[in-house]
Nanobody
């Protein structure tokens, strides 16, 4: 019943910005966490950022701290990831999920969407 749909990816130049969106549905409680993770070609999944939908508490990976900002629109049950100063190292498919690997590790089960691709190239 849970659904998460990512959007907003695309092609940007180095130093450019994108805002990703994660539209959620099917949650039966206001107390849940949404995390973003990414996967680059040939690399393992990497947690990026998380937000507590109830109190707005945020978490960031060290590699994106100061460049990315996670936020939420509680009424729309949507999470945003504003990405500034994008680098080649940020190239990946970005997924939103119903867990936060930065704080709880990787669970044995979870939900995520089909992802949205971010490409950084001049």
């Amino acid at each position: 019943q849970l659904q998460l749909v990512e959007s907003g990816g695309g092609l940007v130049q180095p130093g450019g910005s994108l805002r990703l969106s994660c539209a959620t549905s099917g949650f039966t409680s206001d107390y849940y966490v949404i995390g973003w993770f990414r996967q680059a070609p040939g690399k393992e999944r990497e947690g990026v950022s998380c937000i507590n939908m109830s109190d707005g508490r945020t978490t960031y990976a060290e590699s994106v701290k100061g460049r990315f900002t996670i936020s939420r629109d509680s009424a729309k049950k949507t999470v945003f990831l504003r990405m500034n100063d994008l680098k080649s190292e940020d190239i990946a498919v970005y997924y939103c999920a119903d867990f936060c690997p930065l704080t709880t590790g990787w669970p044995g089960w979870g939900y995520w969407g089909r992802g949205t691709r971010v490409t950084v190239s001049s």
